[in-house]
C-alpha cells in the first residue's frame, strides 16, 4: 500500500458500507475500506500512514457547475461584494484606479454588486457611475453575471447612443426619453464586454492554476466548469489546449469536466467537427455536456417568468435564446451524442427546457443522456413531476438560498417564491440532485454551500428557522449531492463520488466530525487534506504541524 488513512471517521456515501474507519489507497485507487485492524494489516514498509486522530474523511467534492476562468479573473477587477450602496460601489472603484494606477484610457471593470444589499435597492445607472469617473470606460457587473452597469465613456466606445437597436436575447435600458440608462441586460452585455482585452494561452494558464489552488483547500478535487462564458465560444481550442498542457506538465492537479457555452450553431458545429464529445478526454480533463442559457436571474428580473413579476407588469424576464434556437442546438448535440445541459431559472425556462428535451429524446432515441437543468429555480408541482417522468438531472446551487430569499419574495410574491429552490421536494421524488456553487456568483466552497442546503440561512443566522425550513435537506442528503450527485452528472459515478474499493482515491479530511456539529457551524469546519489520485495535493497548516505521519 502507498497510503493508509486510519483511526478517522469516514463517511463513504456508499450504501452498501456507509461507514468506516480506515482506508487504504494503491497508486491512484482506493485498495480498502473498512476497520483499523483490517486495513492497518495491509501496510509495508513503503506506506504512508496517517492517523486522522478522529477527523472526517469524505469523497472528495465535486461541484457540478461553476466558472474557473471568470473565479480566477476576478482577482484583477473591483471587488463589490461587500458594497451595501452605490456610494460604497464609487469608493471602491476610485480606490481601486488608485491603487491599481490606472491610465484614463484604460477600461475599469468590477463585479459583484446586489442591490438587495442597498437601502433604496435600486440599479447603479450611468449617472452614478459617471460621478465615479467620467472620461475612463467603467462596467460593473451585477453578482448574478447577468447586468452589466456602465457609465458614459463606456456606452460611447460600445457606440450606444440615443434610442439603441433592440438587442434580441437583451435589454438596454433606456429612460422616457430613450436615452440609455447605462443599465445593459444579458446579451446587450456583450455590446461591452466584446471591447475587453482577450485571454491568450499563457494567461489561461496562470488563471487555472491560480483557481485550481484556491479550490483544493476548499476540499473540490472534481469541477464542472463553463470557462467560455467568459471567453467566447472561438475560444474553445484555445482554452482545450491550455488545460491539456497543463495536465501534461503536470500543473493541472484537480480534474475537469469542461461544459462548452455554444449558443450558436456555426459554433456548435464547429465544435463538433474538430472530434469534441462528452466524455472525451482524459483523468484530468474531459470536454463535458453542451451548456446553453435560456433566462436570467431572478434577482435581475430576467429570469423568464410564467408571469409578470410584482410590480412590472410588462416584465416576464428575458429569453435570451428562442424556443427555435434551443431545440435546433439541442437536437444537434443530442443528435451527436452530445450531453446537453441548460441554465433555465424561471418557470417558463425551465418548462420549455423540458418540452425540448422531451422532442429531442422522441426524435432520437438515446439509452442514458441524461439531460441537464442548470439551476432548476422555479418549479412548480408539475414540473417537479415531469422532472421524475423524463429522468432530468438537477444541478443545484444551494448557496442561491442565503443570497435570494429577499429578493425572492419581493419579485414575486409569497405563492411563487413558495416554488422556488425546493430542493427537498426533489429528493422526495426521487429525482437526480447534484451539488454547485455558480461560482463566482456564490462562494465556491462546498461546506459553505452544505451548510445552506440543510439551514436555509445566510451566515447571521438569517431568516431564523431557515426559510421555506421544509425545503432544507438532511445532512446524508447534502453530502451526496456534492459527491455522487455530482458524479452522476458526468457518467462517472462507477470511478468517483464515494469511498469504495477501486473507486479513484479523491478524498478530503475536515478537521472535526461534520455528523456531530450543529448545522449552523458546519460553514466554520476546516478542511484539512485533499488528496487527489492518491496523491495529497493540499494540506493545511494543522495537518504540517500536526501531520499524524508514520
Not at 421524475?388 to 429578493?407: G, R
Not at 425545503?471 to 468517483?496: F, H, P, R, V, W
Request: proline share 5%; charged share 25%.
Amino acid at each position: 500500500m502507498d497510503l493508509i488513512f486510519y483511526n478517522g471517521r469516514v463517511i463513504t456515501i456508499d450504501h452498501q458500507q456507509r461507514e468506516a474507519r480506515a482506508v487504504a489507497i494503491r497508486a491512484d485507487q482506493i485498495a480498502a475500506v473498512g476497520g483499523n485492524d483490517q486495513v492497518l494489516a495491509l501496510k509495508n514498509d513503503r506506506t504512508k500512514m496517517i492517523d486522522l486522530a478522529g477527523r472526517t474523511l469524505l469523497p472528495g467534492f465535486n461541484d457540478s457547475h461553476m466558472h474557473l476562468i471568470s473565479y480566477a479573473s476576478t482577482a484583477e477587477k473591483v471587488d463589490l461584494r461587500h458594497c451595501t450602496s452605490i456610494d460604497q460601489i464609487g469608493s471602491a472603484v476610485k480606490n481601486f484606479i488608485r491603487e491599481k494606477g490606472i491610465k484614463s484610457e484604460q477600461w475599469v471593470v468590477g463585479w459583484g454588486w446586489d442591490q438587495a444589499l442597498f437601502q433604496d435597492q435600486r440599479l447603479p445607472n450611468r449617472d452614478d457611475l459617471d460621478r465615479v469617473t467620467s472620461g475612463q470606460p467603467l462596467a460593473l457587473m451585477r453578482t448574478c453575471c447577468h447586468i452589466l452597469s456602465v457609465n458614459s465613456a463606456a456606452l460611447k466606445k460600445a457606440g450606444i447612443d440615443r434610442h439603441p437597436c433592440s438587442v434580441e436575447g437583451g435589454n438596454i435600458v433606456t429612460d422616457a426619453r430613450g436615452v440609455p440608462t447605462g443599465v445593459l441586460e444579458e446579451k446587450a452585455m456583450v455590446l461591452v464586454m466584446d471591447l475587453f482585452a482577450p485571454l491568450d494561452k499563457d494567461k489561461l494558464k496562470e488563471l487555472i492554476r491560480s483557481a485550481a489552488g484556491d479550490f483544493l483547500s476548499a476540499g473540490l478535487t472534481s469541477v464542472q466548469t463553463d470557462d467560455l462564458t467568459a471567453l467566447g465560444g472561438d475560444l474553445a481550442p484555445e482554452l482545450i489546449d491550455a488545460y491539456r498542457e497543463l495536465e501534461s506538465t503536470g500543473e493541472l492537479p484537480l480534474r475537469v469536466n469542461m461544459q462548452a457555452l455554444l449558443p450558436a450553431k456555426d459554433e456548435l458545429q464547429s465544435f463538433l467537427a474538430r472530434g469534441y464529445r462528452t466524455g472525451q478526454g482524459s483523468g484530468y480533463f474531459k470536454i463535458g455536456p453542451l451548456k446553453l442559457l435560456t433566462d436570467g436571474s431572478i434577482g435581475g428580473r430576467t429570469a423568464l417568468v410564467s408571469a409578470p413579476y410584482e410590480g412590472y407588469p410588462e416584465n416576464c424576464g428575458i429569453e435570451i435564446l428562442s424556443r427555435r434556437e434551443v431545440k435546433e442546438l439541442v437536437d444537434l448535440a443530442h443528435s451527436c451524442d452530445m450531453q446537453v445541459a441548460v441554465h433555465a431559472i424561471g418557470d417558463a425556462a425551465v418548462s420549455m427546457v423540458l418540452d425540448i428535451y422531451d422532442e429531442a429524446e422522441r426524435r432520437y432515441p438515446r439509452s442514458d443522456p441524461r439531460f441537464r437543468v442548470i439551476h432548476a429555480s422555479m418549479v412548480s408541482p408539475s414540473i417537479l413531476d415531469r422532472f421524475k417522468k423524463q429522468a432530468v438531472i438537477a444541478d443545484i446551487q444551494p448557496l442561491f438560498t442565503p443570497s435570494d430569499f429577499i429578493l425572492v419574495d419581493r419579485h414575486l410574491g409569497p405563492q411563487r417564491a413558495a416554488w422556488v429552490y425546493r430542493w427537498k421536494d426533489f429528493i422526495q421524488r426521487g429525482i437526480r440532485l447534484a451539488g454547485g456553487s455558480d461560482c463566482p456568483v456564490e462562494n465556491y466552497e462546498p461546506l459553505e454551500g452544505i451548510h445552506a442546503a440543510v439551514t436555509r440561512q445566510d451566515k447571521n443566522g438569517n431568516p431564523p428557522g431557515g426559510w421555506f425550513p421544509d425545503q432544507c435537506l438532511a445532512l446524508d442528503e447534502a453530502l451526496y449531492i456534492y459527491t455522487m450527485g455530482s458524479a452522476c452528472c458526468t457518467y462517472e459515478e462507477n470511478i468517483k463520488g464515494s469511498i469504495t474499493a477501486g473507486k479513484l482515491a479523491d478524498l478530503v479530511v475536515l478537521s472535526e466530525d461534520i455528523t456531530t456539529t450543529e448545522p449552523a457551524k458546519i460553514k466554520d469546519i476546516e478542511v484539512d487534506m485533499t488528496i487527489v489520485g492518491g496523491n495529497i495535493a493540499y494540506s493545511s497548516s494543522e495537518m504540517k504541524n500536526n501531520p499524524g505521519e508514520k
